[in-house]
């Protein structure tokens, strides 16, 4: 056992899954160099390969699992003297302790709760006494961070998420979330602002809220003055020149109070992240939605009337248990006919412990999969016609990366490393990463577009 100051050790790092897990990631980061634990981006100069793991669905822990065996023949090569460290949703998910049981070779598996404590733990891994493979685990999570947290910003300097709330209390039937990350917390809203407020200050041009369900935002506070809209207002009301994006709102409480801020509102660009995932009512019902059909198409329609500009994004997920051809049909009508500004498809897969895991007609995986891959090509034709009509016409674009000549970024229907890209010519006129540039679009493909930089 290599007995190694805490100065000299320095953890590599991979994040998996979405930008809620991500903020973990960099709280992960904050806390190891709060600790005096180092970061390396190369896993040859470290002594801990951590991975921040995610367990939605089937296909996210066979990701995971991919790390965890690069990890193992990493550790192989010096076994004495680096360790392995798992955190994240798969450690909560794994209530039966069988991945843990399957790499007995991980050193330690961080729970959702636990994430604060990783430069304790990390440490501990290193000391004089031999340590036993750790197992930190609550069974209902209760962590929520808020602006006093140490985080380290991982993502570029000019756009950060801001995770508002913690948990959902939905239950829809088919998602394992709430046994994962435990029911709705939402934070306070001046905690919200206040690290807004530090985010603009230090340069940010983009701030993304997130949460698994944003618009469900203090409904467990019972404070009528805790919810989405008056925490909108509050962050649009900070100066400066930024965007500010909201991810993973839900139909059913999206209400006509929210559309006015969105409507009225100075930095709240008009974008609309809304999963929606069916539209055939049967199916709705089944999944727990608290939606139906009509009231869909109504919202749809009112967002479209009432937010000039409007861009919409949305999510569909295909082979659910009982999904017959005629559903499945009405869904693709519905692609077709609402011309979703930006659309992922997913398929079902049946979760343990959710009820829709029981349900019979469960949809054979290769139906679901073509059912995913139909309407991926129906959004591929959407997304080509939308991208045409924007040529010969300028665009505020948001710099992401600057090569020599040219460079890429992102109008405001974009959501980083989800939507589309712009790639621009820059020619030698110097422009900065986090800039908002006007570019001229020249040429269009079905999900990236190219064009020239505007000389202001």
Request: with cysteine; aromatic share 8%; proline share 5%.
């Amino acid at each position: 056992m290599a007995n190694i100051p805490m100065k000299q050790i320095f953890v590599y790092s991979v994040s998996l899954g979405c930008p809620k897990n991500f903020v973990d990631m960099e709280i992960l980061a904050g806390h190891l160099l709060s600790g005096n634990i180092g970061l390396t981006e190369s896993p040859d100069d470290a002594n801990v390969y951590m991975i921040n793991t995610c367990a939605f669905i089937p296909p996210a822990r066979t990701e995971a699992e991919s790390f965890i065996k690069k990890a193992l023949v990493w550790k192989k090569k010096r076994p004495d003297s680096r360790k392995i460290a798992i955190c994240g949703c798969l450690v909560q998910w794994d209530k039966k302790n069988e991945y843990a049981e399957k790499y007995p070779e991980v050193d330690l598996w961080l729970g959702i709760d636990k994430i604060e404590s990783i430069a304790k733990h990390i440490a501990q891994l290193f000391g004089k006494e031999t340590v036993k493979p750790v197992r930190t685990l609550t069974s209902a999570p209760e962590y929520l961070y808020d602006e006093n947290t140490a985080r380290l910003q991982l993502t570029p300097k000019h756009y950060a998420y801001i995770k508002i709330a913690e948990g959902c209390n939905n239950r829809c039937t088919y998602c394992s979330i709430p046994g994962i990350r435990g029911g709705l917390r939402s934070r306070n809203s001046e905690s919200v602002l206040k690290e807004a407020q530090n985010l603009i200050a230090g340069g940010c041009r983009e701030l993304i809220l997130i949460g698994q369900d944003t618009t469900a935002f203090g409904k467990d506070l019972n404070d009528k003055n805790e919810n989405l809209p008056v925490l909108l207002k509050k962050l649009d009301g900070i100066k400066g020149k930024f965007w500010i994006r909201v991810l993973y709102t839900h139909p059913a409480h999206f209400t006509d109070e929210l559309i006015s801020v969105f409507k009225n509102a100075g930095h709240i660009i008009p974008y609309i992240d809304m999963p929606l995932q069916h539209i055939s009512d049967r199916i709705l019902a089944s999944m727990g939605r608290k939606i139906r059909a009509e009231q869909i198409k109504t919202l749809l329609s009112k967002l479209r009337a009432e937010i000039p500009g409007i861009a919409v994004r949305t999510t569909f997920l295909v082979g659910y248990p009982g999904e017959t051809e005629k559903d499945f049909s009405e869904l693709s009508d519905f692609v077709r006919s609402q011309k979703f500004d930006r659309l992922g498809a997913f398929t079902y897969y049946p979760e343990p412990g959710t009820p829709a895991a029981a349900f019979g007609n469960q949809v054979p995986v290769e139906i679901a999969e073509q059912r995913k891959d139909i309407v991926m090509r129906l959004q591929a034709e959407v997304s080509l016609e939308h991208n045409i009509a924007l040529a010969g016409k300028p665009l505020d674009v948001l710099v992401d990366r600057i090569g020599k000549g040219e460079a890429s970024g992102r109008t405001y229907m974009d959501s980083p490393d989800i939507d589309n890209l712009v790639k621009f010519k820059t020619g030698k006129v110097k422009i900065s990463v986090g800039d908002i540039v006007k570019v001229m679009i020249k040429t269009a493909g079905a999900y990236d577009i190219e064009g020239v930089l505007i000389r202001n």
